[in-house]
């Protein structure tokens, strides 16, 4: 699809990372109390640092940023 310009602009995966942990950061707004939950997006958010700098770094890509995260570089 990216040969007629219709590739998303960021990679599926990383969407996806930062889509759950949007989710995760919702539960936690209404769940304060739950370390595993917190313990679990801090494990997200680190992947999401990570793919993201492997998206920058070996192919050049634009670095995403997301007001909630922080940028992902």
């Not at 997200?44 to 640092?49: A, G, K, M, Q």
């Not at 998206?55 to 940028?71: D, E, F, Q, R, T």
Request: charged fraction near 30%.
């Amino acid at each position: 699809m990216s040969f007629i310009g219709l590739a998303p602009e960021i990679p599926e995966d990383l969407y996806y990372l930062i889509k759950k942990a949007v989710s995760m950061r919702k539960h936690l707004d209404r769940f304060r109390k739950d370390k595993d939950g917190k313990f679990r997006l801090i494990l997200v958010e680190s992947r999401i640092h990570r793919l993201a700098r492997y998206y920058k770094v070996i192919l050049n890509a634009p670095v995403w940023s997301n007001p909630k995260l922080g940028p992902c570089a």
